[in-house]
């Protein structure tokens, strides 16, 4: 039997993923969690097969949970399962050490496909998905400016197009304003983005916002 861990802040949701998984045969939710530090806290405890994870909760964000899952002796798995294109977080998540990555609007048989060939070790990617692995690998040289930059960095670019302040991010990141300051001038110096206005252009050009 497959152990899984759901961690989504959203209980809808995770209500829906319990239901549809523990009607398989051989796929079962046994925990949830809210948010990244309850997930980290239930994987330090307990035994998963698969750690259903999403990419944007509260606080410290998926990715930063799979980064420390790496640095630690957590041996789960994990598949992202988002809101959010493949061609906005795919990439990122799976060199963060994710073993898959899936959208929200996938099928059923999709995801308990991924869960269960992550759960068996391998890594799950859609055939998309595994065409822009290819085709990155032959222009790692030609990245666009967004790709330069680190996980923390590409999400303040993306807060600050959708218009929030640095006091509104610092507050949404769980981070100090001198901090988020810190990543909107490397954000300035990477991608040559000089203003609030280029980066909300170049954010909405590039379909990295979410609306």
Do not use: W
């Given at each position: 039997?497959?152990?899984?861990?759901?961690?989504?802040?959203?209980?809808t949701v995770r209500r829906g993923l319990r239901q549809?998984?523990?009607?398989t045969d051989d796929i079962v939710v046994v925990d949830?969690?809210?948010?990244?530090?309850?997930?980290?806290?239930?994987?330090?405890?307990?035994?998963?097969?698969?750690?259903?994870?999403?990419?944007?909760?509260?606080?410290?964000?998926?990715?930063?949970?799979?980064?420390?899952?790496?640095?630690?002796?957590?041996?789960?798995?994990?598949?992202?399962?988002?809101?959010?294109?493949?061609?906005?977080?795919?990439?990122?998540?799976?060199?963060?050490?994710?073993?898959?990555?899936?959208?929200?609007?996938?099928?059923?048989?999709?995801?308990?496909?991924?869960?269960?060939?992550?759960?068996?070790?391998?890594?799950?990617?859609?055939?998309?998905?595994?065409?822009?692995?290819?085709?990155?690998?032959?222009?790692?040289?030609?990245?666009?400016?967004?790709?330069?930059?680190?996980?923390?960095?590409?999400?303040?670019?993306?807060?600050?197009?959708?218009?929030?302040?640095?006091?509104?991010?610092?507050?949404?990141?769980?981070?100090?304003?001198?901090?988020?300051?810190?990543?909107?001038?490397?954000?300035?110096?990477?991608?040559?983005?000089?203003?609030?206005?280029?980066?909300?252009?170049?954010?909405?050009?590039?379909?990295?916002?979410?609306?």
């Open positions: 039997m497959i152990r899984v861990l759901i961690a989504d802040d959203h209980p549809m998984l523990n009607e949830e969690a809210q948010d990244c530090a309850g997930a980290l806290e239930k994987l330090s405890e307990h035994r998963f097969d698969v750690l259903l994870l999403d990419i944007a909760m509260p606080g410290r964000g998926g990715i930063d949970v799979l980064k420390e899952i790496r640095s630690s002796k957590i041996k789960t798995p994990a598949l992202m399962l988002s809101i959010f294109p493949e061609d906005q977080y795919a990439l990122r998540a799976l060199k963060s050490g994710a073993s898959g990555y899936l959208t929200k609007n996938c099928d059923a048989e999709t995801l308990i496909e991924a869960i269960r060939k992550v759960a068996s070790g391998g890594t799950y990617v859609s055939a998309e998905l595994g065409e822009r692995l290819a085709s990155s690998v032959k222009r790692d040289d030609r990245k666009p400016p967004h790709e330069l930059l680190s996980d923390r960095e590409f999400e303040v670019l993306k807060q600050i197009a959708s218009g929030k302040s640095t006091r509104e991010i610092a507050v949404a990141m769980s981070l100090s304003v001198q901090t988020i300051s810190t990543y909107r001038s490397r954000i300035r110096q990477k991608a040559q983005l000089r203003s609030v206005a280029e980066i909300t252009a170049y954010a909405l050009k590039n379909r990295l916002l979410d609306f």
